[in-house]
Structure formats: C-alpha cells, structure tokens
C-alpha cells in the first residue's frame, strides 16, 4: 500500500524573503501612486503625503531584500516600518465611524501579522 502525501511543502526561507520583497515593492507602488485612494479608507485622508512616503520607504526596502545578498538589514527595515504603519493606524482604531474602524483593525491584523513574519525572516536571515 502507498501512502499518499497530501501536504504540501513549506515554502523555503528564501522563498518567503523573495516574497516579502515583492510584496513590499507592490505595497510601495499603490501607496507612492495612490496615497488618497489607500488613505480615505482608513480615515486619514489628510495624510496622503505621509501615506506617499511609507510607499518610498517600502519599494526602497522591497528593493534591498531582493537585490541583497544579506537581506537580514531590509528586513529589519521593514520591521521597523511596521512599527511607524501600526502608529499611524492605532489612532484610528477608535473612531466613531463604524467603517473607517473597521478598515483599521483589518490593518493593524495585517500589519501584525507582516510584522511577525518580516521579525522571523530577519532573525534566521541574521
């Protein structure tokens, strides 16, 4: 009798490093071209500029893990912009407005869970 494996691999590290890079790099794009459409959303409309420069800093980092050969350094850049990500949209987290609360809370999950992900990557990275 066979035994049939129905679990795939896991991806390698590098593999999720290349990954994190790439997404960084998408993430970076939308906000530098579309700071106001990625801002409204989670009520921070007025900050558009600083929505614009978060996308600068996340292609730079995107484009350092993916063209490093020690991209342990990118990776703790990225870590360090989850913490400034997570500050910008705490604030929000209590607004009386029902959907821009919302918007933010899926945020700060996402943003926590990148962030354990970029902290695990540049541990085993370092």
Same mark, same amino acid.
């Given at each position: 009798?066979t035994?049939?494996k129905?679990?795939?691999?896991?991806?390698?590290?590098?593999?999720? &490093?290349?990954g994190? *890079?790439?997404?960084s790099?998408?993430? /970076? @794009?939308?906000?530098?071209?579309?700071? =106001?459409?990625v801002a409204?959303?989670?009520?921070m409309?007025?900050r558009a500029?600083l &929505?614009?420069?978060? *996308?600068l800093r996340e292609?730079i980092a /995107? @484009?350092?893990?993916l063209?490093?050969r =020690?991209p342990?350094?990118?990776?703790?850049?990225?870590?360090a912009?989850d913490?400034l990500d997570?500050?910008?949209v705490a604030?929000?987290?209590?607004?009386?407005?029902k959907s821009?609360?919302q918007?933010n809370?899926l945020a700060?999950?996402?943003?926590?869970?990148?962030?354990?992900?970029?902290?695990?990557?540049?541990?085993k990275?370092?």
């Amino acid at each position: 009798m066979t035994q049939i494996k129905s679990a795939r691999a896991a991806p390698s590290l590098e593999t999720i &490093v290349s990954g994190l *890079g790439w997404f960084s790099i998408g993430l /970076g @794009l939308l906000e530098f071209f579309a700071p =106001r459409q990625v801002a409204a959303p989670l009520g921070m409309e007025r900050r558009a500029g600083l &929505v614009q420069s978060y *996308g600068l800093r996340e292609m730079i980092a /995107g @484009l350092g893990i993916l063209l490093s050969r =020690r991209p342990a350094a990118w990776l703790w850049a990225r870590a360090a912009g989850d913490v400034l990500d997570m500050a910008a949209v705490a604030p929000q987290m209590a607004s009386t407005n029902k959907s821009v609360q919302q918007a933010n809370n899926l945020a700060a999950l996402t943003i926590g869970l990148i962030a354990a992900l970029d902290v695990y990557c540049a541990m085993k990275t370092s």
